[in-house]
């Protein structure tokens, strides 16, 4: 009795049928058909040679050596070749499972720290395990180039576990679905009257936005679209007081009064619902972002400042709260100077960044910025940093926009493979561009396969441009022909080292070759824009669990190189080290070109010691912003805490200098968003270590 050894280790019954049906199946995949009497002579000949090698047992590769070899001696040298691709494509399916096998088994554990928002616990573990499920999935559908230039690290596929099953990101027209009322699938949710209700559908809707798509979302005038419900609160409030027999001055100061607490109360609902209502089968709170800072009335002021100010306060007992991301937006004549009419919200906005790392803040007056701002279309960001405004295909603006799909392209492999030739650099980054083209547009014909029903709120409540006028089972493609499509890069600093010994904030030689390499990147994006008829853009890719994944795939290749490949992550898109020493002034000087060049996204991050004063972030973003183009710019220092009584203490202290307590929490912002320390990945976890702060100079001089 002869057995066979399989891979597992197990053993079974010798089966000559299964040799037969193989050379069935490989003359069938070239179009041959074998007779009968073919397949028996083949099959028996293959059986003689294994009882020629007089063994006890066989292993499955050895059985598959000798057909090979039995194919090839008899003159069947198509079939052989289509045996061996097939072979090839077992081994390879066998390959994914076990890896699959083992990523499971790991997520079982702990999940991963690719999104540092993502808990712990049995939804987050459940979802995790789909994703991988899809992922594999994905790549095994899609073109093989283009599956390994994944698996290999030249260029990467954002969520490739959604990559068949949703688009990415969005900015909500809140206003206008607030006003006309929405469907979360159970029943219609009328327009709210007060301010309270209408605080608490916000947060309903990105919770809801959220459950369709895999990024994040954002109001995208939030100040704006909730003041609007301020009045009808004040008509109530007046009515009541009325009824109660107040008049004169003493009624109209308790309107206002009673208006602030209902406004206070409406924001702190947020912050609260923000930080403890789940999303994605509850794995996570809503990756939120809201944009306020340029008030169209007093009332959408109070929204601001009240919304400013219970951000501020924290959670019950003072903790940090991580969403949403605010971005304040920043405008000369509207709040930049002091003699300008809302200077006292960004004075307020400055204080609650120096205490909360929130807001970040926008430069409405650079001049990209300015120039949608001046035709009356109100650019918005998020904490994630996405930027949508152009668009070839209707009229330009964020409200119901996003950035559908982003893929990034592995520069420094490049600066590495060039050795140094400029020419040659630049002729591979075009190669790695029309790959991520090619890539990018077989994600748009597998996307629009997807139906309006596959997306029930976004599309099937016309959240998102594109889907008017379109029935459950009419395709999403219209919706994609309004969104962006990003390529974006990852470690300029690690590319210039690579090419010239040195990076941007060291030489100027290096400074100029990193704007024309993104110069080159966005000058391509444009023309696929006129060639293609979508929304390409240039984006710098802020890459959480990316910056370690390129890297250790570089460093197996290529070994420790100085300066490119001799830590644990890449640097963030086009981001001056974070180890290198660089004042303020420069850096700000140094990055602001690349916010004009990366249309779809961009930040630039400051560092500073311990808890900075608002003086000096309103000190910071000022100088930016009267001095350079730049748009993005968050202040990043690290925030700790008492998990017990709120208190925050300064760098050195291990102890809460109220309570006594050694319970301390840690919140970095590493990623656009802040999150808890013990939560980020390892090349995250790399990158905070080595970050020094960006003083250099007196920034209270900067003015």
């Not at 169209?296 to 919304?307: I, K, M, T, W």
């Not at 996003?402 to 520069?411: E, M, S, Y």
């Amino acid at each position: 009795m002869l057995y066979v050894l399989k891979r597992d280790g197990r053993e079974s019954s010798f089966n000559s049928t299964k040799i037969t049906s193989a050379i069935r199946r490989a003359a069938e995949e070239i179009g041959e058909s074998l007779k009968e009497s073919e397949l028996v002579e083949l099959t028996q000949r293959v059986v003689k040679t294994i009882e020629d090698k007089d063994k006890s047992n066989v292993t499955v590769e050895e059985i598959q050596d000798i057909v090979e070899e039995v194919l090839r001696e008899k003159g069947y040298k198509g079939i052989a070749a289509a045996y061996y691709t097939y072979r090839s494509e077992r081994t390879k399916v066998r390959e994914i499972k076990s890896d699959l096998m083992r990523a499971i088994k790991k997520i079982g554990v702990e999940t991963d720290r690719d999104n540092a928002n993502v808990g712990n616990n049995f939804s987050s573990k459940l979802l995790r395990i789909a994703s991988e499920s899809n992922k594999w999935h994905n790549l095994a559908e899609m073109p093989k180039e283009l599956a390994r230039a994944h698996e290999n690290g030249d260029i990467y596929y954002h969520d490739l576990d959604s990559y068949n099953l949703t688009i990415n990101c969005l900015h909500i027209p809140t206003g206008e679905i607030l006003k006309k009322g929405f469907n979360t699938g159970y029943g219609t949710i009328n327009r709210p009257k007060r301010i309270e209700s209408a605080a608490e559908l916000s947060c309903i809707l990105l919770q809801s936005t959220q459950n369709d798509m895999f990024g994040g979302q954002s109001h995208p005038d939030f100040d704006n679209d909730l003041g609007e419900f301020v009045d009808n609160t004040r008509k109530a409030i007046r009515e009541e007081l009325v009824s109660y027999g107040l008049e004169g001055r003493k009624l109209e100061a308790l309107i206002e009064e009673r208006v602030r607490k209902a406004v206070g109360q409406a924001m702190q609902g947020i912050v609260y619902n923000l930080n403890t209502m789940h999303s994605r089968a509850g794995s996570q709170v809503p990756f939120s972002s809201i944009n306020i800072g340029l008030p169209n009335s007093s009332d959408a002021a109070l929204v601001c400042e009240l919304f400013l100010k219970e951000y501020d306060k924290g959670l019950g007992r003072g903790e940090q709260p991580i969403f949403p991301n605010i971005i304040f937006r920043v405008k000369a004549g509207v709040n930049r100077e002091p003699s300008d009419p809302y200077y006292y919200l960004f004075e307020l906005a400055c204080r609650v960044a120096a205490r909360r790392m929130n807001p970040t803040f926008m430069n409405i007056d650079a001049d990209f910025n300015r120039a949608y701002y001046d035709k009356g279309y109100m650019p918005a960001t998020m904490g994630c940093r996405t930027y949508v405004m152009a668009n070839i295909n209707g009229e330009p603006g964020t409200k119901g926009r996003g950035n559908i799909a982003p893929t990034t392209i592995n520069l420094p492999r490049l600066g590495i493979l060039a050795k140094g030739s400029e020419k040659k650099f630049f002729m591979l980054l075009e190669e790695r561009l029309e790959l991520a083209k090619r890539a990018l547009l077989h994600r748009y014909e597998v996307l629009k396969k997807l139906r309006i029903k596959d997306l029930p709120f976004v599309a099937g409540q016309g959240l998102m441009k594109g889907s008017e006028g379109l029935g459950l089972e009419d395709s999403i493609e219209p919706i994609l022909k309004q969104g962006t499509w990003g390529i974006g890069f990852i470690g300029l600093a690690e590319t210039l080292t690579a090419l010239t010994g040195y990076h941007h904030g060291e030489t100027e030689e290096a400074r100029s070759l990193g704007t024309r390499i993104i110069t080159f990147m966005r000058d391509y994006t444009d023309r696929t824009t006129q060639e293609t008829r979508l929304n390409w853009s240039t984006y710098a890719t802020p890459a959480e669990g990316l910056s370690g994944r390129f890297i250790l795939q570089d460093k197996r290749i290529f070994g420790e190189l100085k300066g490119v490949t001799d830590k644990d992550y890449y640097t963030n898109s086009y981001h001056v080290p974070v180890d290198f020493p660089i004042s303020i002034k420069d850096k700000i000087h140094i990055e602001a070109p690349y916010h004009k060049l990366c249309n779809a996204g961009h930040i630039s991050y400051v560092e500073v010691d311990d808890m900075p004063d608002g003086e000096t972030i309103r000190d910071i973003i000022s100088y930016g912003y009267k001095n350079t183009n730049i748009s993005y710019i968050g202040v990043n220092f690290h925030i700790r805490y008492c998990r017990d009584c709120g208190t925050h203490l300064h760098a050195g202290e291990n102890k809460c200098p109220k309570c006594k307590s050694f319970n301390i929490q840690g919140i970095s912002r590493i990623t656009g968003y802040l999150s808890l320390d013990e939560r980020f990945g390892p090349g995250k976890v790399a990158e905070k270590a080595d970050r020094i702060s960006h003083i250099g100079e007196n920034v209270h001089c900067y003015e």
